[in-house]
């Protein structure tokens, strides 16, 4: 046998992929195998980890929802007596159970994720790693890798969608002999692991982007800044800038050229508006993390004042890949204006929840669909949530909307970083609102009155609605306060708080006006809206609900149809999910 993989990054090892590493370690030694146990990182199919795959000579073999009683038959029957065992198999030169989740994918960003051990210099350089940079310093000259980016059509995927290649050259162009690079893996939108996976399966490629930018625009000093809540990523960067370090490729003349380059890790502590540039930037200076004016750009003025280019980590993972296969490969992927490739978190009611990299245009329905299964228990799509608090919600009558930066823009929402959550038709639209609200103005820095104060408002107003209390005048409100903080907060993520709202009104305003008007959930998910009733002609008496309710809010003999005191009943629902004869009906 050649090797044994098991995927640990973090929805690995949440599954339990220590305890099967452990496990696979104790078998080897106990039966004294010749195999090399490694870890790897995200292999994209977190609903089916933990995810182990068995390579020889001949072929791979994947295995899936490994457990520990499981590992000793892997063991025994596949590595010792080469018989693979089949029935747990999901992928191999002859099985494919799961293709229909890579069929779609082009794998650019999460070339190495999965395959290599990310602990590992030497994987990663098997791997080509670490030859686009010599290749820049050997055959480029700074312009020349710029216009390179130029010409890929790559844009920045941290949610802007601005031109990389451009804001390279701006920082280049600017005036000054000292210049940093920024690494911006604060990703912190509910539902999003795209980065975090990113650098947990491959860290080196994010050091050799950064690598290429410092090149490109004269840069010799650089800062990844990431989420202290990422601590095996923080753990896997460490690592990975210490090996570099170790072998010459991070310091003083690296690879033998006149650059010289070092990288540090700063720990963000979570807030959200750190996830805008400026504020970064004043968090690593050790400020308080707040927006300023822009003008002037970091590009011109921005860590310590001197020019500096900030890229999230998608974005410089594409770099190394660029520079090896050449822009036109790159730009020969995705649409007119959106070049290349996207990483997705598939998140919420799909059944294939995990990540996935797309060419850009493809449509939401291939995504969902084909590579994410369709929706949990068989009901019906009704949206998917883009872009973070920052994004807005895109129905399901626009399935067949492509993937693209403009495209997207045009219905409200943004691609934001990356996160997708899908949405089924349990989901209250106006609650959902309410859940973004509440988070961008808890995350809201206070410094603008209108993010401060304006999404309080509109919280307050939401939290109505949704506890039956809406009146006329509401949705108006509403719109009228987004339109006002959208105009005058100062930020990126102040100017796009309301979306989540705007997008829920303008495609799903029969559901506020059923709050408001009718004091109905049309998704029966807000408890305040709530009546559950027994159908008399279902009941047959069996008290199962009576027993389970907590308030004693139903009363009825053994036998005979019961019924719920309405002034009693909490809405607590075990009533509802308890009768086995659906004789109980939520409205």
Known sequence: MKEIK??????????????????????IKNNNIEVELKKTGCMGMCYREVLVEVKDDSDSYLYANVTPDKVKQIVYEHIINKKPVKEWIIKSKDINKEDAFYKKQKQIVLRNCGIIDPSSIDDYISNNGYKAIQKCLNEYSKMEVIDIIIKSGLRGRGGGGFSTGLKWKFAS????????????????????????????????????????????????????YVRAEYPLAIERLLIAIKQCEDRGFLGK?????????????????????????????????????????????????????????????????????????????FSSMGTEKSK??????????????????????????????????????GKKFKAVQMGGPSGGCIPASM???????????????????GGLIVLDETTCMVDLAKFFLNFTQNESCGKCTFCRIGTKRMLEILERITAGAGKEGDIQLLEELAYKIKNSSLCGLGQTAPNPVLTTIKYFR???????????????????????????????????????????????????PHKIKQDACIKCGLCYDSCKFDAIEKI
């Open 340 to 377: 290349g490739t996207k990483v997705f978190a598939l998140a919420g009611k799909i059944v294939r929840s995990g990540l996935a990299e797309v060419p850009m245009g493809i449509t939401i329905n291939e995504i969902i669909y084909d590579i994410g299964g369709g929706i949990v228990d």
């Open 173 to 224: 162009q600017a005036a000054g002999n000292k210049k940093y690079i920024i690494c911006n893996a604060d990703e912190g939108d509910p539902g999003a692991f795209m980065d975090r996976s990113t650098i947990e399966g491959d860290p080196h490629s994010i050091i050799e982007g950064m690598m290429i930018a410092g090149y490109a625009i004269q840069a010799d000093e650089a800062y990844i």
């Open 510 to 560: 029969d559901e506020y006006e059923a709050h408001i008007k009718e004091k109905r959930c049309p998704a029966h998910s807000c408890v305040s809206l709530l009546t559950y009733t027994i159908i008399e002609d279902k009941c047959i008496g069996c008290t199962l609900c009576a027993q389970k309710c907590p308030v004693n809010a139903i009363s009825g003999k053994t036998k005979e």
């Open 6 to 27: 098991v995927g640990l990054a973090t929805c690995g090892i949440a599954a339990g992929g220590m305890l099967i590493y452990d496990e696979l370690k104790k078998e």
């Open 253 to 329: 003349n690296i690879f033998n050229s006149n650059m010289d380059f070092k990288i540090r890790i700063k720990e963000g502590a979570g807030a959200f508006v750190c996830g805008e540039e400026t504020a970064l930037i004043s968090s690593i200076e050790g400020k308080r993390g707040v927006p300023r004016i822009r003008p002037p750009f970091p590009a011109n003025k921005g860590l310590w004042g001197k020019p500096t280019n900030i890229n999230n980590v998608e974005t410089y993972a594409n770099i190394p890949w660029i520079i090896m296969n050449g822009p036109q490969a």
């Open 399 to 417: 399935g067949d909307l492509k993937i693209d930066y403009d495209e997207i823009t045009k219905t409200g929402a943004i691609m934001g970083s």
